[in-house]
């Protein structure tokens, strides 16, 4: 390592992404450094620091949690040598693995909540599962302990206690990377009233909070390190969208015992567990705020330009999708009767705007219909060129929706839908 001083033990690189160092090897975690991504949407804030080719030079093996665009981006990968060895969980679908084989790197999949030393290196791993059962992309947290400190990290992965119980029981935790802010195209992409979505912001906000406290008190590390949120919207009309984001200068407020740091792009724990920082850090909400509306400033003209090349979505897409919901209920025959009685709807955005609906009520020939239903249980608003993304498999749902792109109207959730949507991420 020559961009670090001999003693670093832990470098920040930007949301999710930090580097581990050790015997002079280094092991980084899920890189995405390349802006941006959610169908043009989500940026890094802070802004990075490093360069992807120096990053790429000075690895010598990756860890990806899942498969989620800011963990897993094939752009910033493009840079790596594939001689690095990516370490991942090992899930039962290997559409994952799958796709980082695809862009020629070595996988190695690793049994989870079982000790794993990653050859050639000092590093030994544990990855342990989410129990988050409907999650769409899988995910997994990682402990890696070397012969001088051991880290955890599990970026937004959501564990339950025995999870935390089983890493504090197997080992001494020095410094825990821990989620502390909710990430959700829900409520700010749902229709309803401004003081209902504030609420519910709020809630997501607090259960957020106390994850990272309750997380931070099972494991009792020399340091708590609020993770995994260095993003913001910043296209012009979408900089309300920020309002989601807790800050981590208050998750480290909260901790009742033992202690907290807020890193920023190119900060470092030293050996002696001392942070050295090198990032900016914003003293309030307000002066955060200010900072992201600078930057978006400067990058609107850029952004719009982004969005305005988008390819349109030419054609009516009515057909199209139906095709593809019907080769998800095939994989998922199970979720074709969950679905029985629901209608969900569309307006899709185009020269010409197109409204249809699926009434799964109906036989299955018969399911899709044009205009507008009576009823529904659900209607979404897409721009066309991302209902064609999608639909063309660039890129995912729950990418899709996350983008804070599209308009959801919802009179019942229908989970079965949002279910079969995410199913494609189950595929062999």
């Known amino acids: 390592m020559t961009t670090v001083p001999a003693d670093t033990r832990i470098e920040m690189i930007g949301h999710a992404s930090l580097r581990a160092l050790a015997g002079g090897k280094a092991l980084l975690t899920d890189p995405w450094y390349r802006d941006p991504i959610s169908c043009n949407t989500v940026f890094h804030f802070p802004p990075l620091r ?98 001088d400190y051991t880290l955890f990290n599990n970026n937004d992965c959501f564990l339950k206690p025995d999870k935390y119980a089983w890493v504090a029981k197997n080992y001494d935790v020095d410094f825990a990377f821990l989620g502390f802010s909710p990430a959700s195209y829900f409520p700010v992409c749902f229709q309803m009233p401004e003081a209902e979505r504030e609420e519910l912001l709020h809630q997501a906000s607090e259960r957020k909070y106390r994850d990272f406290t309750d997380a931070a008190a099972a494991l009792g590390p020399r340091l708590a390190v609020p993770f995994a949120m260095g993003i913001r919207f910043l296209h012009p009309d979408m900089l309300r969208m920020n309002r989601m984001f807790n800050r981590p200068e208050e998750a480290v407020a909260r901790l009742s015992e033992g202690s907290g740091a807020v890193l920023g792009p190119g900060d470092r724990i030293s050996a002696d567990g001392g942070v050295q920082r090198i990032s900016t850090r914003y003293a309030s909400r307000t002066e955060e705020d200010a900072a992201v509306a600078t930057l978006s400033d400067q990058k609107s003209e850029w952004i719009r330009a982004l969005w305005q090349a988008e390819p349109r979505g030419g054609g009516e897409l009515a057909p199209s999708f139906h095709d593809h919901v019907r080769e998800l209920l095939k994989r998922r025959p199970a979720l074709a009767g969950a679905l029985r009685d629901h209608v969900i709807a569309f307006e899709i955005e185009n020269d010409n705007n197109e409204y249809f609906y699926l009434d799964f009520g109906r036989e299955a020939a018969d399911i899709l219909q044009t205009g507008k239903p009576r009823d529904f249980d659900m209607r979404f608003r897409y721009p066309a060129a991302l209902l064609k993304q999608g639909l063309e498999g660039t890129t995912d749902w729950d990418e899709l929706h996350f983008s804070c792109r599209v308009l959801i109207e919802q009179r019942r959730f229908c989970e079965p839908w949002m279910a079969l949507l995410r199913s494609e991420f189950h595929a062999e």
């Open 50 to 147: 490093h360069e992807v080719e120096e990053l790429a030079a000075e690895t010598d093996v990756i860890y990806i949690s899942h498969i989620h665009p800011d963990h897993f981006d094939p752009a910033t990968l493009a840079s790596f040598p594939r001689q690095i060895p990516v370490v991942i969980g090992k899930f039962g679908a290997k559409l994952f693995r799958n796709a980082i084989q695809a862009l020629g790197f070595t996988v190695l999949e690793v049994p989870f909540q079982t000790p794993f030393q990653v050859p050639g290196t000092p590093f030994e791993i544990a990855i342990l599962e989410s129990d988050y059962g409907a999650a769409a992309a899988f995910d997994s947290s990682i402990v890696v302990r070397t012969p």
